[in-house]
């Protein structure tokens, strides 16, 4: 079946401006994540969903960042007033339930000039 | 605090040779561990999983994994490397009960020669 899918691939941003970043997970998949991975690092933990419920919001960096997922499916990640820190690939994963593994998506890769 | 290193940041190896990538972690209670391969531009995939049982576990492509309690180690193998094993390898922990927040290390890079 088809994986989990984001949109867009690239993104380009001037400082200041506002983005929102899409993912479709796995269709039935109760668990989504959004992780943040810049240049030359591993994936850090931004926001996971439980359906439509936020659970934890605990790596979102600052209050510019916002995530939803009003109908426990497709999910926004939505950064406000971007910052040239800002620039990073977003991966969002999808899974099952908590004891399964997570599928990633093939991220965007956001650039703020 | 929970952590997962990866000492080797970038590994070269030959095509055919064999092929160690090292994980360490620290983590408090028993973890679920996890190799991921991520290509360029491409997401990441999952390679293997150790939750619990055998602590040697196969996974795609060839590779296998060993837990190691005594070490805190989860080092990732295969016997003969390709040449489309050139990527990125992360290894990742999580909880065993119920915590979403796996913890990547920074990756190794593998060049793979021909």
């Known amino acids: 079946g088809a994986g989990v899918s984001q949109s867009p691939r690239y993104k380009v941003a001037k400082r200041g401006q506002d983005v929102a970043l899409r993912c479709d997970p796995i269709?039935?998949?109760?668990?989504l994540f959004w992780y943040q991975q810049a240049l030359g690092q591993g994936p850090e933990f931004l926001t996971y969903?439980?359906?439509?419920?936020?659970?934890?919001k605990s790596g979102l960096p600052s209050d510019r960042f916002f995530a939803e997922r009003p109908e426990g499916s497709v999910s926004t990640l939505k950064i406000q007033r971007t910052q040239q820190e800002d620039s990073a690939v977003y991966l969002c994963?999808?899974?099952?339930?908590?004891?399964?593994?997570?599928?990633f998506g093939n991220g965007t890769r956001l650039t703020v000039t | 605090a929970q952590s997962v290193t990866q000492p080797d940041i970038h590994i070269t190896v030959s095509e055919g040779a064999s092929l160690e990538l090292r994980c360490n972690y620290s983590?408090?209670?028993?973890?679920?561990l996890f190799w991921y391969v991520q290509s360029p531009g491409q997401g990441l995939q999952l390679l293997l999983k150790y939750f619990s049982g055998d602590t040697l576990v196969q996974g795609i492509k060839g590779f296998e994994a060993e837990f190691k309690r005594s070490q805190s180690s989860f080092n990732l193998r295969k016997p003969s490397v390709h040449w489309s094993d050139a990527a990125e390898y992360f290894c990742a922990v999580g909880a065993t009960s119920g915590t979403y927040k796996y913890i990547f290390g920074t990756g190794t890079r593998l060049k793979v020669l021909a």
């Open positions: 269709s039935g998949h109760v668990s």
């Open positions: 969903f439980q359906n439509e419920a936020q659970l934890d």
């Open positions: 983590y408090g209670a028993t973890p679920y």
């Open positions: 994963a999808s899974s099952l339930d908590l004891n399964s593994p997570l599928h």
